[in-house]
């Protein structure tokens, strides 16, 4: 405006817009185009330092949150890296402790099918027993009719005896009555009496034998039978062993299938839990390097001086801050109850339209600077 002002003095000197010259009009106009266009450039500049203001605010807010939101996702990032490890290393030696189980399931399923075997054999020699044992006690029962039988023929032979003696001794007596005749026929009866007698005695002493022969087969008789009822329940014990064991040996070997399913699954759990443990540092990776665009993002938005009661935006010589972000995290809660205890952080409040003071510099009560009103 002084330049104008000088300008206007030394066209006045040479007569151009003297109150009679033709120049006069067109000189006030393009100062008052030049004076509009500067209200215009002053205008235009406020609301575009205002909008520069707001925005970097915002992206101040905006870099204040990723950097905290990148700290603790780094932070959540290195725990869950840390946990996936842990579970990594548990569920090999899970493997591991399952791969021993698989070979004692193995083992014991080998031990219970040649109990099995053994337990089929053992019941086939019982059933064989048994057999031997039921013919002992049909042969003993026809041991037993005989002796019976042999019984009644000595009882037979004892009355024989018996009527022998009395015919014998008949025959004596009418021997004696016949006098000197029938003394030889009276010898020939008692000699008939003495065998009749001895065969009565040897009668009689067989029943006794027999009788304690038919007793012995007896008890013999139920001896067996008790040996085959014995024998009996040992089969049927034999037969429900061999049904448990074998039982146990399908059991086993299920359950040594499903042990191996088992392990088959851990060891697939194992790779993915590696898998896991491998994106889980990735991810800390890149949430630090997250972590230190933010703080780079920041460091830039520090350079201009931003305040809420001001507009004004100052450019100031670029010097490295402090990382927000510390180089030991802290390790977070990362549970839901955690979670829901801690507080939300509050933005930085971003105002639309921030109190901007636009005094030109040098401007007195009574204009601006050295401008005069025309």
Same mark, same amino acid.
């Given at each position: 405006m002084r330049e104008l002002l000088a300008l206007k003095a030394k066209f006045a000197e040479e007569g151009y817009i003297a109150s009679n010259s033709k120049y006069q009009g067109a000189f006030w106009l393009v100062v008052a185009c030049i004076s509009i266009g500067t209200c215009l450039s002053l205008t235009i500049g406020?609301?575009?330092?205002?909008?520069?203001?707001?925005?970097?605010?915002?992206?101040?807010?905006? =870099?204040?949150? #990723? *950097?905290?939101? &990148?700290?603790?996702? @780094?932070?959540?990032?290195?725990?869950?890296?840390?946990? !996936?490890?842990?579970q990594a290393s548990s569920l090999e030696e899970t493997a591991a402790s399952l791969e021993e189980i698989t070979g004692t399931i193995q083992?014991?399923?080998?031990?219970?099918?040649? =109990?099995?075997? #053994? *337990?089929?054999? &053992?019941?086939?020699? @019982?059933?064989?027993?048994?057999?031997?044992?039921?013919? !002992?006690?049909?042969?003993?029962?026809e041991i037993n009719d005989a002796s019976k039988k042999i019984a009644d023929i000595i009882t037979t032979i004892d009355e024989i005896a018996f009527q022998t003696n009395l015919l014998a001794l008949n025959a004596a007596v009418e021997a004696a009555r016949a006098g000197e005749q029938g003394r030889g026929f009276a010898v020939v009866a008692g000699e008939v009496r003495n065998l009749a007698q001895r065969s009565a005695g040897a009668a009689k002493e067989i029943k006794v034998l027999i009788q304690d022969s038919v007793s012995k087969v007896q008890t013999g008789s139920e001896l067996v039978n008790q040996s085959g009822s014995t024998l009996g329940e040992i089969v049927g014990s034999v037969k429900q062993v061999?049904?448990?064991?074998?039982?146990?040996?399908?059991?086993?070997r299920e359950q040594s299938v499903g042990v191996e399913?088992?392990?088959?699954?851990?060891?697939?759990?194992?790779?993915?839990?590696?898998?896991?443990?491998?994106?889980?540092?990735?991810?800390?990776?890149?949430?630090?390097s997250l972590a230190a665009q933010a703080q780079h993002l920041q460091s830039v938005v520090d350079q201009f001086h931003l305040t809420k009661n001001s507009g004004h935006v100052q450019p100031i010589?670029?010097?490295a801050s402090k990382p927000r972000v510390s180089s030991t995290r802290p390790r977070i809660q990362?549970?839901?109850?955690?979670?829901?205890?801690?507080?939300?952080?509050?933005?930085?409040?971003?105002?639309?339209e921030p109190d901007f003071d636009l005094e030109p510099v040098g401007a007195?009560?009574?204009?601006y600077g050295n401008f005069e009103e025309f």
């Open positions: 406020y609301f575009i330092a205002r909008w520069f203001t707001n925005a970097l605010l915002e992206v101040d807010a905006i =870099a204040s949150t #990723l *950097s905290s939101a &990148s700290s603790q996702l @780094a932070s959540a990032a290195e725990l869950l890296s840390s946990g !996936a490890q842990e083992q014991n399923a080998d031990n219970a099918q040649q =109990a099995n075997r #053994l *337990s089929n054999s &053992s019941r086939e020699i @019982a059933e064989r027993g048994g057999d031997v044992t039921n013919k !002992a006690v049909v042969g003993m029962s061999t049904e448990l064991v074998a039982e146990i040996a399908a059991a086993s399913q088992v392990n088959r699954a851990v060891t697939q759990m194992d790779h993915v839990t590696q898998s896991n443990a491998a994106q889980t540092e990735e991810l800390a990776s890149t949430a630090e010589e670029y010097t990362t549970t839901s109850a955690s979670m829901a205890k801690r507080p939300a952080q509050p933005r930085p409040a971003v105002h639309d007195g009560a009574g204009g």
